[in-house]
């Protein structure tokens, strides 16, 4: 289908979608994957899914450094504190070590 009935039906949400509601047939696996972390971030998501989305960007070829990209490019569209909140779900994911102590303040 197109992407003009595809909004379409997106649009009036088309129960014939059904699972393929969250397909994205023109973007590859690390595109869309590292679309999907961005989303993570915007909405506050937890951990588990952070960590689910990391391993699939890397696994499909994204660095660390692009998917860690995607906080800095979502800042002017969502805010510093939402990117600030997902930063150490990010870093957990990724198996990083921010090096913070509980105490530390800026």
């Known amino acids: 289908m197109d992407y003009t009935e595809r909004l379409r039906r997106l649009t009036i949400n088309d129960h014939r979608l059904g699972e393929d509601a969250g397909d994205a047939d023109e ?7 590292l679309i999907r972390i961005a989303a993570l971030v915007a909405v506050g998501g937890a951990q588990p899914s952070f ?8 696994s499909a070829g994204a660095t660390p450094s692009e998917i860690v990209d995607v ?6 569209v969502i805010g510093l504190p939402l ?15 921010v090096g913070l102590a509980p105490d530390d303040t800026f």
Do not use: F, I, N, S
């Open 83 to 97: 990117v600030v909140a997902a930063a150490p779900k990010l870093a957990l994911a990724l198996g990083c070590d």
């Open 71 to 76: 906080l800095a490019g979502v800042v002017p």
């Open 51 to 58: 960590g689910a989305e990391a391993d699939a960007a890397v």
């Open 27 to 33: 973007l590859d696996r690390r595109t869309l994957a």
